[in-house]
């Protein structure tokens, strides 16, 4: 049975860091993708990061604003992928999803298996 599990999330003041980890059960996570989504209130899930099965390099990659700020890593041996947060505003306040994938990308359609969110508030 596949199951992602998000942790990591919580309170944090602005300027501050987060790390998320996003545990995964079930598959063999070195042949998948895996991206980070969120969503915040009355707003579409959008997609943060990604990164591309090891095979292919582990590449990743980031939506705009996070560039420079979120880096996304992958540890296979503990079945994890990691995405440290840096800078935080109140615009980064979101559930935070991992999602698993063929193909890594920032686009809903590309997962097919989603964890349930940890939530991320960013407030002094």
């Known amino acids: 049975q596949v199951q992602l599990v998000e942790s990591g999330g919580g309170l944090v003041q602005p300027g501050g860091s987060l790390r998320l980890s996003c545990g995964a059960s079930g598959f063999t996570l070195n042949y998948y993708a895996i991206g980070w989504f969120r969503q915040a209130p009355g707003k579409e899930r959008e997609g943060v990061s990604c990164?591309?099965?090891?095979?292919?390099?582990?590449?990743?990659a980031y939506a705009d604003s996070m560039k420079g700020r979120f880096t996304i890593s992958r540890d296979n041996a503990k079945n994890t992928v990691y995405l440290q947060m840096n800078s935080l505003t109140s615009e980064d306040a979101a559930v935070y999803y991992c999602?698993?994938?063929?193909?890594?990308?920032?686009?809903?359609?590309?997962?097919?298996?989603w964890g349930q969110g940890t939530q991320v508030t960013v407030s002094s």
């Open positions: 990164i591309s099965i090891s095979s292919v390099g582990g590449s990743a």
């Open positions: 999602a698993k994938g063929v193909m890594a990308g920032l686009l809903r359609y590309e997962y097919d298996y």
